[in-house]
């Protein structure tokens, strides 16, 4: 049986060619009983869209692009945040009958500037959704500026005019798990920072700073250490802030890969949690409800986030888009085995 064309499914639902294209392409501005009766003989005929005649008939692709870290690119990467974007992503895109391209960018390689761009001019993407912490990068910005390709940031830590981003609220979260925290009675809580490339996840340390403030306690820079968002360096800031002279009481860590190295150092070291220490992260990825004890931390809406990205770029790819805007998907704490009161 010969495949059905796009002349046939017209034929069929009695409308013109580029009525069905309208309909296929899920452009707005079609009556919703042509569009049924459109949808109707697409279903009956078994129509498939040709992707390349579709990428030259509106000069760009039915495509949103995902470009996030390589996690490759670490010594021990993480995954649980990169497959939460996708989820989120690909939920939008199938609902605007779009397809989700993703591309790994190590922003640390000479040449990551003109692969993205030579991608981005060979596919012609609809739009990109640009992951942190490349979503505060400007040389990976601009990159993406030179093909006049729509993008939306995710938590770019500092906000422009120019582009839409989506992003939650790190600072004010974060201020309520060091309440939560003093709230309990540790008076001596350790942060563990994240890579300083990432400015979402400074705003983390500065709400860790607003929390002691609301709380009544005092910060001190010996209860700081840097870790760089792997485990390995969980466990190395962990190493460092169990060896003060006065031990915290709580460490709380600015993702979960770190704060699962805190845990494993405090398990080496024979450190019971959270009798002796306890211990919080952020993000809420997969391995914080495996470990033992589980780990309280902050649930980071990566999905709805990343969702929302795509949906803007629908709406702009499908004539209906909104002002460039700046929004916030609320996170929340997920209060876990990992903490306890403060030990006597």
């Known amino acids: 049986m010969p495949k059905a064309t796009i002349f046939d499914v017209a034929t069929r639902a009695d409308v013109s060619i580029k009525t069905v294209s309208r ?10 009983s042509t569009r049924a009766r459109v949808n109707k003989a697409v279903a009956e005929l078994a129509y498939r869209p040709d992707q390349s005649a579709r990428n030259l008939a509106s000069h760009r692709s039915h495509l949103i692009g995902l470009v996030y870290d390589d996690p490759a690119a670490y010594e021990m990467p993480s995954s649980g945040y990169i497959i939460s974007m996708q989820q989120g992503a690909l939920r939008a895109c199938r609902a605007a009958r779009s397809e989700l391209l993703i591309h790994p ?3 640390r390689n000479k040449d990551a500037t003109n692969r993205l761009r030579e991608l981005i001019e060979e596919t012609r993407p609809a739009g990109i959704i640009l992951a942190a912490p490349l979503s505060n990068m400007p040389k990976i910005v601009r990159a993406i500026e030179a093909t006049n390709t729509p993008v939306v940031k995710l938590s770019p830590g500092r906000k ?3 582009h839409h981003s989506v992003s939650t609220n ?3 979260v974060c201020a309520e798990m060091t309440c939560y925290l003093a709230g309990l009675g540790h008076k001596r809580i350790g942060f563990v920072t994240g890579d300083p490339e990432h400015k979402a996840v400074a705003d983390r340390f500065h709400g860790y700073q607003d929390g002691l403030q609301q709380s009544g306690l005092k910060f001190s820079e010996r209860l700081v250490v840097a870790g760089d968002n792997s485990f390995g360096s969980g466990e190395t800031c962990a190493e ?3 060896t003060r002279k006065k031990l915290p009481t709580a460490i709380f860590a600015a993702n979960d890969d770190m704060a699962a190295g805190v845990i494993r150092t405090a398990h080496r070291w024979g450190i019971q949690i959270p009798e002796q220490l306890s211990v919080a992260g952020f993000d809420d990825i997969t391995l914080s409800r495996q470990l033992d004890p589980t780990l309280t931390t902050i649930r980071q809406p990566l999905q709805r986030m990343a969702e929302r990205a795509a949906v803007l770029l629908a709406e702009r790819r ?3 888009a909104s002002e460039i805007g700046h929004e916030i998907v609320p996170a929340e704490l997920q209060i876990r085995e990992s903490t306890g009161p403060a030990p006597k």
């Not at 309909?23 to 919703?32: C, K, L």
């Open 105 to 107: 960018c190590n922003y």
């Open 23 to 32: 309909v296929v392409n899920g452009e707005p501005n079609v009556r919703e």
């Open 170 to 172: 790190d600072r004010e």
């Open 240 to 242: 460092k802030l169990l």
């Open 318 to 320: 499908g004539g209906d």
């Open 160 to 162: 422009n005019s120019k």
